[in-house]
């Protein structure tokens, strides 16, 4: 179930759909539950997010690494309260219709190279409409129901790492939400009550899409090793993992925020081959030894 905290592309969704079925996924549609509540992901998002790394790198000469994929602008429409919403697509197209346009032509005043041909775009959101509408419910009652109705058990999935949380992550190195064992609660409307045990799920190295900070960093034959036996690539965008040790100070760090029950240690047969296995244990500054994560890597002083 795609919870309110997610956000959609519907074309990317029934692509998704469509083409792991004719792989042998039947009946994925009446088995999908999409929050009502949902923000979603437009075409036009996506070019944003495309023009927003081209404006960084001529700006600042480096990037953030993103996906492309639209997030962070659709997340940034969401917290100025322009976003429109599953259930917005669901109710009356004509109000839809216009606050469509009116997030069009927001863009555009802040971007004058986007082209968006507004009426083809609305016309594929009506049938998106459609054929998403059986899949909907109201997310914070269902979820109430699950919780509350005939014992179950339900396993909440965090996309992304904690270090790529958007308050407690690598900033401005992050992706636009909360993927720690918060955004369970806020994500999906469940009470902080109801969690119950959180697995924290780890490699025994330690990879990174993209640009940012990375202190076990390996830019040698070990580095290589990881990234091939590992096979690291990028789900999403195919780029090859940046590979390193472990690093024990980001993962006491990520038990911190979420309390860890249990750590799923993964891929430590990647590392059978290795005649000495390191790890990274304390970060320093200034030669002093900090007992924290430091909240940016300009950090120049201990709290």
């Known amino acids: ?78 917290a100025s309260r322009t976003g429109l919403r599953v259930c917005d697509l669901l109710g009356d197209f ?19 190279a986007l082209i968006v041909d507004t009426e083809d775009q609305l016309k594929k959101l009506k049938e998106y409409a459609e054929r ?22 339900i396993l909440v999935e965090g996309a992304n790492a904690a270090l790529l949380d958007i308050d407690f992550g690598t900033y401005p190195f992050v992706t636009s939400s909360n993927c720690t064992v918060g955004g369970a609660c806020t994500g999906l409307g469940i009470p902080p009550l109801n969690i119950g045990d959180v697995f924290g799920v780890s490699k025994a190295y330690t990879t990174r899409v993209g640009v940012g900070a990375f ?22 965008t195919g780029r090859k993992r940046r590979c390193g040790w472990l690093d024990l100070v980001i993962l006491k760090y990520a038990h911190m925020i979420n309390g860890f029950t249990a750590i799923a240690l993964t891929k430590l047969d990647i590392l059978d081959v290795l005649d000495e296995i390191q790890v990274g244990v304390a970060y320093k500054i200034n030669g002093k030894r900090i007992p924290h994560f430091p909240g940016t890597i300009m950090t120049q002083y201990s709290y």
């Open 94 to 112: 004509k109000d839809f219709s216009a606050r469509f346009k009116n997030l069009v032509q927001q863009y555009q005043s802040m971007y004058p």
């Open 215 to 236: 202190p076990t960093e390996q830019l040698n034959a070990v580095g290589e090793l990881l990234q091939t036996r590992g096979h690291e690539v990028g789900v999403t």
């Open 1 to 78: 179930m795609p919870g309110n905290g997610v956000v959609i592309h519907l074309p990317g969704l029934f692509e998704e759909g469509d083409k792991n079925e004719k792989k042998g996924l039947k009946g994925w549609d009446k088995r999908l539950i999409v929050s009502d509540r949902a923000h979603l992901v437009f075409d036009f998002h996506q070019v944003v997010d495309g023009l927003q790394e081209t404006q960084r790198q001529a700006q600042e000469g480096k990037n953030i690494g993103t996906t492309k994929k639209g997030i962070g602008p659709t997340y940034s429409s969401k």
């Open 132 to 153: 998403l509408r059986p899949m909907v419910r109201d997310g914070v009652y269902y979820m109430y129901e699950a919780l509350h109705g005939s014992q179950k058990k």
